[in-house]
């Protein structure tokens, strides 16, 4: 299977640092409800939702990767609680492709360290042993265990979804 550079580097860091995985391809998807239906054994719980926000706290603006099962929402007031800022919306097409070096929306994978973007995570995708993501390609899926990706990503842990 013919992967692009972004799923090439997720790959890399999975095998340099021995961690299991699986990988599937599958029919392009666009939404994570579309990709659950695709993922046989999976659930859309399992599913880690990345997302990526324009902030602007007033003295710096910038981009951040959220992280949340894929059956969740955000809490829009609890994550402006957080980040302490009031200026927060999702990023445009045009912005997630430019921050994540040309990937989809669809595809973009929960690696926001691949991008150099702060990457926060809910705690509930942590009730879950195995994730599952896009890995820089619509149709590509990898499963890895939760704590692995922590332990690669090492991201800000709140909760923020509803």
């Excluded at 692009?4 to 890399?12: G, H, L, R, V």
């Excluded at 990988?23 to 990709?35: K, L």
């Excluded at 009730?127 to 890895?144: C, H, K, L, Q, S």
């Excluded at 090492?154 to 509803?162: D, G, N």
Aim: proline share 3%.
């Amino acid at each position: 299977m013919e992967v692009n550079a972004t799923t090439e580097k997720i790959i890399k860091l999975l095998k340099d640092n021995k961690i299991w995985f699986e990988m599937h391809e599958h029919a392009p998807v666009r939404t994570s409800e579309e990709a659950a239906k695709l993922r046989i054994g999976y659930t859309l719980h399992q599913g880690a939702k990345a997302l990526i926000l324009h902030i602007d706290d007033g003295q710096k603006k910038r981009f951040l990767m959220c992280v949340l099962p894929a059956d969740k929402k955000i809490d829009n007031n609890r994550l402006r609680q957080i980040l302490q800022t009031k200026d927060i919306r999702f990023a445009t097409i045009d912005e997630v492709e430019i921050v994540t070096n040309g990937v989809k929306i669809g595809g973009v994978p929960p690696f926001g360290n691949l991008f150099t973007v702060e990457t926060i995570v809910d705690n509930e995708l942590l009730t879950n042993e195995t994730i599952v993501f896009n890995a820089g390609d619509r149709r590509i899926t990898i499963a890895m265990k939760a704590k692995d990706y922590i332990f690669l990503t090492k991201p800000r842990l709140e909760s923020f979804c509803k």
